[in-house]
């Protein structure tokens, strides 16, 4: 709470800080306490992250539970409940970079523009869902924002005259992200159609509704924008692997495969470090190959160097 840390985070160290307590009662008998912390040492807890291979956990979720660990006890130190941190001289796993998996151009736009069967029904009866769904599907691909953050959207957030949205992303962390002229389309159409149908469009209020509204006044749940891109994605035979958040790393991809900037990319994704960003640059080098022979100066004169070098050498040839 105090780090400002999003409620996911908090709920996943959470389970972790209770896993280990967990495992703590089943080895000593002793229900974990705070009173208790200044005795745990460093072998209990290589102990622990054995249990945790047992388990057969994967190496990230045991990255994290010895970082919830770690937290506790500086959060513990300082408010003076313990005088060391033994999790300091825990190595935790190391785990391999795992590359973003984007689906292609081609199948992107498939998903955003084609609609399955049962859509096409409920344009006719509800066309106000119908261009709710297909504002979803752009501002997903076109703004490249989690699900989190595009089911949280306050009408107060967009600003159209500027073409742009503000996001509140991981840790409330403010970030604006561009929208693309088809996005802004979809997106007038639908809150035109949306105002029809609750009225004025208040500034707190969110932008994604349930169909359900107004008799339930809540915002669209990211299961149904989850089961929206699965319809979308079984209708077309698509791999299973294209989901929401893939959707996202298509957005960052095809920007760096076009020629966009790491710096540029990093802002409107709101990474918090550019090495996570630098994770899309290992999906294409060819392309990243392309645009530096397309732009480098070094890249042109090298290029020149060698063909001055291929007709002095058949010049020579031809006169001996």
Known sequence: ????????????????????AR?????????????????????????????????????????RRVAAIRSWFVYLQRHGRVTGNPARLIATPKT??????????????????????GEAERAQDQPWLAA??????????GSGLRIGELCGLDHGRLQMAMREVRVIGKGNKERIVPLSTVSLATLERYLGLL???????????????????????????????QRLVQQRRRWLGLPEKITPHALRHAFATHLLQAGADLRSIQEMLGHGSLSTTQRYTHLDRAGLARIYDAAHPRAHKRETGRNEVEQAGEKGQSNP
Not at 132 to 141: G, K, Q
């Open 1 to 20: 709470m105090e780090k400002g840390a999003a409620v996911n985070t908090r709920l996943a160290y959470q389970r972790d800080l209770l896993h280990f």
């Open 23 to 63: 495992f703590w009662h089943q080895s000593t008998g002793e229900e974990l306490t705070v009173a208790l912390a200044q005795r745990i040492r460093p072998t209990h807890l290589r102990a622990y992250l054995g249990h945790c291979l047992r388990e057969k956990l994967a190496k990230s979720t045991m990255q």
């Open 96 to 117: 391999g970079i795992r590359l973003p998996r984007a689906p292609s151009e081609e199948d992107t736009i498939r998903l955003i523009e084609i609609p399955a069967p």
């Open 132 to 141: 709710r769904d297909a504002a979803i599907m752009e501002l997903l691909y």
């Open 195 to 225: 105002k029809n149908r609750v009225g004025v469009l208040e500034s707190d209020k969110p932008v994604f509704i349930g169909q359900k509204w107004p008799e339930l006044q809540q915002r669209l749940n990211p299961r149904q924008v």
